[in-house]
Nanobody, 129 residues
Framework: QLQLVESGGGLVQPGGSLRLSCAAS????????IGWFRQVPGKEREEVSC????????RYADAIKGRFIISKDRARNTVYLQMNSLKPEDTANYYC??????????????????????WGGGTLVTVSS
């Protein structure tokens, strides 16, 4: 059973950076595509970024494009979200999630949220001066 644990959240000033980690255990991430999502109270969970099981295909939401970078470390079985030039509107709980995919595949569907089956507990990011 795949388990995901996020870390790296915290309080940061506008313009600052954070790197979130999504550490997996119980299975290799080579068999899953991974997504980062965020949610604020009263709003729906939204897709931030996602990466294919191969790591070769990535996608970013328009709101964070050019500021965030998703990456995958196969040796550590971990997916990262590097967040730069943070804005107050980036404040949210950030979650990573996984969906089963073919081994080392470039497949990444359009609506990844509906595919996600495994979720981490989230990490809070607060951007404030």
């Amino acid at each position: 059973q795949l388990q995901l644990v996020e870390s790296g959240g915290g309080l940061v000033q506008p313009g600052g950076s954070l790197r979130l980690s999504c550490a997996a255990s119980g299975s290799r991430l080579d068999h899953y595509f991974i997504g980062w999502f965020r949610q604020v109270p009263g709003k729906e969970r939204e897709e931030v970024s996602c990466i294919s099981s191969s790591g070769a295909v990535t996608r970013y939401a328009d709101a964070i494009k050019g500021r965030f970078i998703i990456s995958k470390d196969r040796a550590r079985n971990t997916v990262y979200l590097q967040m730069n030039s943070l804005k107050p509107e980036d404040t949210a709980n950030y979650y990573c999630a996984a969906a089963i995919s073919n081994y080392y595949s470039d497949y990444l569907p359009n609506n990844v949220l509906s595919h996600m089956r495994y979720w981490g507990g989230g990490t809070l990011v607060t951007v404030s001066s």
